[in-house]
């Protein structure tokens, strides 16, 4: 019996066949390199449609179409789909598969051919929201840039391994909190947004998968100090997440008496640990490196 569904069932959206044949045709064979897991069900992709709150006025930026099975189901709903893509047979093939199964919404849709981590600009109107299915391996480096770089992202909504989907939703205490939970909550709230099974793809992966939701904060965090040098502090206190925070951010101050100074002055315990404090504390910590400053200088003197 063939997995084919009928038109009337998935519309112009891709079913199991039509993904398989597709791939076929292209010579495609999913590869774990690139953490390739192709959707081959059509509830999925407009249930994440859906739960990304996708409007007809959105301009939306995908990472990683693929095949297209999320692409269209954007292209369904959205003012305009900017669909970023690394792959050089999926990047060439994708424009004729809007065009063949959504001829009328073609204009709206806009390739960009490149490594996503390397995307300093999007053509056309600036994207609203960003909403994709991201390989595990490069999944929160990703998220991260896009964020950086297209500040008129407003939500996003990404479909990741379920353990990356805990990681960034994660909150202080918990024991899957980190670096990528803390640096995501720099541009937005986070929280899980769903799971997905893993008979929606093809080829199924071993994991299961989440969903994750970003809003961007209305009004960012207030800081004195600048994204690299919180993100600096971040990096440092979780690199040894043993030690306490004093020991782990001897480095990043200079000396264990500095790091002390900056903690104290930020009103955080030298004996903490990293995964106890939400942003605004490394905020804190990294506006007050001028107090680590004057300790070294007090030492200095002292040892003259």
Do not use: C
């Amino acid at each position: 019996m063939s997995d084919r569904k009928t038109t009337d069932e998935t519309g112009p959206l891709l079913g199991p066949a039509d993904v398989r044949e597709l791939a076929a045709a292209l010579g495609v064979r999913p590869t774990k390199q690139r953490g390739q897991n192709f959707v081959i069900d059509a509830n999925t992709v407009r249930r994440i449609v859906r739960t990304a709150e996708v409007r007809p006025d959105d301009v939306v930026v995908e990472v990683g179409p693929g095949l297209g099975s999320l692409t269209l189901a954007l292209l369904e709903t959205a003012e305009r789909v900017i669909a970023v893509e690394i792959d050089d047979v999926l990047a060439a093939a994708l424009p004729a598969t809007v065009a063949a199964r959504l001829p009328e919404r073609a204009d709206r849709f806009a390739l960009v051919h490149r490594d996503a981590l390397h995307v300093t600009e999007l053509p056309g109107p600036a994207p609203t929201a960003l909403v994709a299915n991201l390989p595990y391996n490069v999944a929160v480096p990703v998220l991260l840039h896009m964020l950086e770089r297209f500040p008129t992202i407003e939500r996003t909504l990404v479909m990741v391994q379920a353990e990356v989907a805990d990681r960034l939703a994660a909150g202080p205490g918990s024991k899957v909190y980190g670096v990528p939970s803390v640096k995501a909550n720099w541009y937005a709230e986070v929280k899980r947004a769903g799971a997905i099974g893993r008979n929606v793809f093809w080829p199924a992966p071993n994991v299961e998968s989440g969903l994750v939701s970003l809003v961007r904060r209305a009004e960012p965090l207030p800081s004195r100090a600048s994204r690299e040098e919180v993100f600096a502090v971040i990096d440092a206190a979780f690199a040894q997440r043993r030690k306490t925070l004093r020991a782990a951010l001897a480095g990043w101050a200079g000396s264990a008496r500095a790091a002390e100074a900056a903690l104290v002055a930020a009103g955080v315990s030298p004996q903490a640990r990293g995964e106890s404090l939400a942003i605004e504390s490394f905020i804190a910590i990294a506006e007050n490196k001028a107090a680590a400053a004057a300790a070294d200088a007090t030492d200095e003197e002292s040892a003259r």
